[in-house]
C-alpha cells in the first residue's frame, strides 16, 4: 500500500518474501487492499509485513482493527519505507520505531552489527558493507532493542550521528515488531544476508518457535 512514492522494488520485495514462506513453512497473502484490515479478516494472520508502504495507507476504522491485531499478540514486521507512512498515527510511530527524516544518494555503507543473539543478525559480521538507500530517522522510540547502527563515517549524508539504528526489535502492546531500513533497491532481495535478515525478522514476529515451520502460519504482505 503506498499514498506516496512508491518503490519500483515492491514486485521484487513481494516475489522475494513469497518465496522465503515457501521454503520456510509460513503462507504469504500479498494485497494493496486497505479494506482487508478488518478484525475477522486480520484474525487469520500471524504476521503483517509493511513492504516499502509509504503515506497515509489506513482510515480510522482500518487502524483500529490494526491495534487489536498487535494486541492480540501478533507480529509488524516494517520493510524500509514503512518508516515513511502513517505520519499523523502516533500509534504507529510507536510501533514501527521511528519515522523516515531523510536520505543521501544511494551508496555503500558500513552496518554495525550490535545485537548478534536475534535470529535475525546472528549470522551476520560485525561490520556489513552493503550498498542501499539509507535513511535518517526522527521521532525514535525509547525502547527499542538494536540490532545494528549505521557507521556515518562510511558513508556520506547521514543524520543521525553516532547513534544511527538501522535495525530493530521489540515487544510491543502484547505484540512483536521488527523493522529493518534496508529494502530499497531490487538488488536487496537477490542478497543471500539481507534476505536470511528479512526471514529472522519474520520468525520473530511469528512469534511460537514451536509454530515455525508449520502450516497455518500466515504472514500478510502490504
Not at 526471514?199 to 504482505?221: H, R, S, V
Amino acid at each position: 500500500m503506498t499514498n506516496g512514492y512508491r518503490h519500483e522494488s515492491i514486485p521484487k520485495g513481494i516475489a522475494a518474501i513469497e518465496k522465503l514462506g515457501t521454503e520456510n513453512g509460513f503462507e504469504v497473502d500479498a494485497t494493496e487492499d486497505s479494506t482487508q484490515f478488518t478484525e475477522e479478516n486480520l484474525n487469520q494472520y500471524r504476521s503483517v509485513v509493511f513492504l516499502c508502504t509509504t503515506g497515509d495507507v489506513l482510515n480510522d476504522a482500518q487502524q483500529v482493527a490494526f491495534q487489536k491485531f498487535i494486541q492480540s499478540g501478533k507480529g509488524y514486521v516494517g520493510i524500509h519505507a514503512a518508516a515513511d507512512t502513517e505520519y499523523d498515527w502516533p500509534w504507529y510511530n510507536k510501533l514501527a520505531g521511528a519515522y523516515f527524516k531523510s536520505h543521501p544518494k544511494q551508496q555503500k555503507a558500513i552496518v554495525q552489527v550490535i545485537d548478534k543473539k536475534h535470529v535475525s543478525t546472528s549470522f551476520l559480521p560485525d561490520k556489513w558493507e552493503r550498498f542501499d538507500e539509507w535513511y535518517s530517522y526522527k521521532s525514535i522510540q525509547p525502547d527499542l532493542k538494536v540490532l545494528a547502527k549505521l557507521d556515518e563515517k562510511s558513508y556520506a549524508g547521514g543524520e543521525n550521528g553516532d547513534n544511527h539504528p538501522i535495525a530493530w526489535y521489540h515487544d510491543f502492546e502484547g505484540g512483536r515488531a521488527f523493522y529493518t531500513g534496508f529494502g530499497h533497491t531490487d538488488e536487496s532481495y537477490l542478497e543471500p544476508l539481507f534476505l536470511r535478515h528479512l526471514l529472522g525478522g519474520i520468525q520473530y514476529t511469528l512469534g511460537d518457535k514451536k509454530m515455525l515451520g508449520k502450516k497455518g502460519n500466515k504472514a500478510k504482505a502490504n
